[in-house]
């Protein structure tokens, strides 16, 4: 059930964040990184790595964001 979540959790993250890679939409990314901590913390607390590793990826994918455009932009 953790790991169904942590995918719900990833997919609706990704929906925020691939938007976000536009030019002044990176605000984006700091809506979707709470909900990508909350699909972490779900698909560790799962028996399965597949929800957390989907959400660790689009994490990755926020974060890199943010820093190229230096937090805000």
Do not use: E, H, K, T
Not at 28 to 43: H, T
């Amino acid at each position: 059930m953790g790991n169904l979540l942590a995918y719900l959790f990833g997919l609706i993250s990704l929906v925020i964040v691939i938007p976000a890679q536009i030019p002044f939409l990176g605000w984006g990314n700091w809506i979707a990184l709470p909900v990508i901590v909350c699909g972490v913390i779900c698909g560790a607390l799962s028996s399965s790595d597949g929800g957390r590793n989907f959400c660790l990826v689009v994490l990755l994918i926020a974060v890199v964001r943010l820093s190229l455009g230096g937090g805000v932009i």
